[in-house]
Each structure stands twice: as structure tokens, then as C-alpha cells.
């Protein structure tokens, strides 16, 4: 099979049916250097899903390390264990990730006002309190938000 050939009906039928055995399969002819054999289409399709799965979870991890923060700013007598366990486990997934992939940290800063866009309004969701109150530009830089030891306003 050249890389401009469809899938064959063996290959496509194992990718729709058994994921876990398509990779198993593909990883083995990759091993043994049977480039022919392999689904190409499909390959390359899971390889740029690698790359944005690593995205969205990064732009994911963040939206909840704002959102915690400006509950914690906002809702100070709300505070609790679990918010800050919170912001910090999604710290260090980040963190994770960016060490994996540090090329994606102009991606983190591209997107950062956008993430906090919609830790804003979830914020607004779960407290209860209108959205104004939560400023329109991010408070916080981005800097701040992964750094382990920042947090607002701690006893």
C-alpha cells in the first residue's frame, strides 16, 4: 500500500473494531519496517490527534486552575482544601505536560485569555455571583497561575 492508498478492508475493519489491536498491529509493522502494510490514512490521522489531545488538555488543566483562583479571590469565605488541592493538581498537570512537549508553551500563552474567558464564566456558574464580578481581563499572569507557591490571600 503507498502513503496515497485508502486503508484496506482488513485495515479499516480492525480500526473501527478493535482500536487497542489496530495500535498493537500498527506498531509492529512499524518495528519490523513494514511501511507498505501499514494504514497510513489512519495513522496519520491518530498522530494529529496526538498533538491536539495535548492542547486541549493543557487549555482543560488551566481553565480549572483559573477557575479555582478566582473563587478563591472572590468567594474568600468559601474557601476549602479542595480548591487548593485542585489548583494544585492541575498545576502539576501542566507542568507534565510542558516538560513532555515544552514546545507547546507558546500555545499555553496564546491561549490564556481565552481559557480564562471560560474559567470566568464557570466562575460566575458555580458561585453564583454575577459576572461582573469577575474582571474581563485576567487578573492573574500566566506565570503566576502555574506557579506552585502563588495563591491569594493564604493564611
Request: glycine share 2%; with cysteine.
Amino acid at each position: 500500500m503507498t502513503s496515497l492508498q485508502k486503508p484496506t478492508t482488513s485495515h479499516q475493519r480492525l480500526y473501527n473494531a478493535d482500536f487497542a489491536q489496530w495500535v498493537a498491529q500498527a506498531t509492529l509493522l512499524l518495528q519490523q519496517g513494514k511501511f507498505d502494510e501499514l494504514d497510513i490514512e489512519n495513522l496519520i490521522e491518530e498522530v494529529e490527534d496526538l498533538g491536539k489531545r495535548d492542547r486541549r488538555a493543557l487549555c482543560s488543566n488551566l481553565e480549572i486552575v483559573l477557575l479555582h483562583l478566582l473563587k478563591w479571590q472572590f468567594q474568600p469565605e468559601q474557601r476549602s482544601t479542595s480548591w487548593r488541592g485542585s489548583i494544585r493538581e492541575h498545576r502539576r498537570r501542566i507542568a507534565r505536560i510542558l516538560k513532555d512537549s515544552p514546545s507547546l508553551n507558546p500555545y499555553l500563552q496564546q491561549e490564556y485569555q481565552d481559557c480564562y474567558l471560560a474559567a470566568r464564566l464557570q466562575a460566575a456558574d458555580e458561585t453564583g455571583l454575577p459576572l461582573k464580578t469577575f474582571p474581563e481581563e485576567c487578573p492573574y499572569f500566566l506565570e503566576q497561575a502555574l506557579n506552585e507557591a502563588f495563591l491569594l490571600d493564604t493564611e
